[in-house]
């Protein structure tokens, strides 16, 4: 029976050999079978991880974030067909893990092919884990309403249960900027909000304060910039 790899990819340019195990370099170079997110990206990976590897010798098969149910079942379909295994890769982290890959998965378990997750960076644990905030009990919300009537809404309404459990969400990065103006005039004093950016890289910035704290002290530049924010107690 094939096996589905789900593949860690770097969450930050030229860190593959300090955040990747070596299982990781080794299973991108003995597959020829990949199910990418972004073909491109996932070209220059695999080339940079496993440099051996003939891209033409390869097939790649797109499926994002918009791919249909079809889709998916035709990717995992050859799989059977062919007898072959299959990684799949995201354009950043962990595949499943706020990233395409989890349709591919849940297929995989309901036609039998056996589900292989790789070790890896996710910037989502990794802010958690830095935090200092409740990693007992998390909930990541993807992205706030862009709208800001509906996102000081939103905001307000996770802080609700703050206390309790930890909230994790991002943004579009070229709006950081707004996110973070509208957190401190939307939460309390009191709440803990954490910034965590360009986790793995040189320029790596995690902060966590109350909000007092971070109106005192002014807000971080992180525009453009892969974000994850949490707010907790």
Not at 26 to 53: D, G, H, S, W
Not at 167 to 193: K, M, V, W
Request: charged share 20%.
């Amino acid at each position: 029976m094939p096996s589905l790899y789900l593949i860690p990819t770097v969450l930050a340019d030229d860190t593959a050999a300090q955040v990747l195990p070596p299982q990781v370099p080794a299973q991108v170079a003995a597959l020829r079978y990949f199910l990418v997110e972004n073909a491109r990206t996932a070209r220059r990976f695999i080339k940079q991880v496993a440099p051996a590897q003939v891209m033409e010798e390869l097939r790649l098969t797109v499926i994002d974030k918009d791919a249909s149910e079809a889709q998916v079942k035709a990717a995992l379909q050859v799989m059977l067909r062919d007898g072959l295994d299959a990684g799949v890769l995201s354009e950043a982290g962990c595949p499943g893990i706020a990233d395409p890959g989890a349709l591919l998965a849940r297929e995989a378990h309901r036609v039998g092919v056996r589900v292989v997750p790789l070790v890896g960076p996710s910037s989502l644990l990794l802010a958690l884990m830095g935090s200092g905030l409740n990693g007992q009990s998390f909930a990541f919300h993807g992205y706030l309403p862009i709208e800001r009537g509906k996102r000081t809404a939103a905001i307000k309404q996770l802080e609700r249960t703050a206390q309790q459990q930890t909230h994790l969400f991002i943004e579009t990065p070229y709006r950081n900027g707004q996110l973070l103006e509208d957190l401190l005039a939307a939460l309390q004093p009191s709440t803990r909000l954490c910034v965590a950016a360009n986790l793995t890289a040189p320029t790596e910035y995690l902060r966590t304060d109350t909000v007092a704290g971070w109106r005192k002290t002014g807000l971080p530049d992180i525009h453009k910039q892969p974000a994850v924010f949490l707010i907790g107690a």
